[in-house]
């Protein structure tokens, strides 16, 4: 059976700590792993991770993937209460995504 | 920048009722999906749809459900006979290639009392 399992559920720092968000998969016909922020509403895309050890960085976020091991992690650095989300890791296959159930991060003043 | 719209944006039913939730996706995206969440729960896929048909359902997609997409922008998911688990966050979203430059539209709140 197809499933993506995202660790931890909840998570509680505090600003300006560094965090690391992992995903781990097993699906059949992988095709892209992909990390989105979920506020209030719809989730907002992070990055599109398709080939292992190649670092994606978009400012204080980072992500990269390993393929052999089958798994992602999310690095937030220097956090600010602003990142505070549930961060949801999707794994594209087939013809559809599968999402895990997230990590919650809450960030405190 | 281009979005996904969807409608309404929340929508109350009583239950057995049926219900049409609408999307407008981006326009020169091909493929288009449907997603639901229910409060505190994961992101589940439902169905994704390619030149006029569906091309992958979920198990949760079973016969109450339908999409279609009657012309050239509205992309709808039906549901015929709401049942009270039906209540859910539901979103659409669509991309130009599957898994590439996917949006998702702000969803539809559905609660069935």
Sequence with gaps: EDKVVQSPLSLVVHEGDTVTLNCSYEVTNFRSLLWYKQEKKAPTFLFMLTSSGIEKKSGRLSSILDKKELFSILNITATQTGDSAVYLCAVWHNNDMRFGAGTRLTVKP | ?113
């Excluded at chain 2, 239950?15 to 449907?34: A, D, K, T």
């Excluded at chain 2, 997603?35 to 729960?41: F, K, P």
């Excluded at chain 2, 749809?49 to 091309?55: A, K, Q, R």
Aim: one cysteine or more; aromatic letters at 14%.
């Design chain 2, 1 to 113: 920048e281009p979005e996904v719209t969807q409608t309404p944006s929340h929508q109350v039913t009583q239950m057995g009722q049926e219900v049409i939730l609408r999307c407008v996706p981006i326009s020169n995206h091909l493929y288009f999906y449907w997603y639901r969440q229910i409060l505190g729960q994961k992101v589940e896929f439902l169905v994704s749809f390619y030149n006029n048909e569906i091309s992958e359902k979920s198990e949760i997609f079973d016969d109450q459900f339908s999409v279609e997409r009657p012309d050239g922008s509205n992309f709808t998911l039906k549901i015929r006979s709401t049942k009270l688990e039906d209540s859910a966050m539901y979103f659409c979203a669509s991309s130009v290639q599957g898994g590439i430059g996917y949006t998702f539209g702000s969803g539809t709140r559905l609660t069935v009392v």
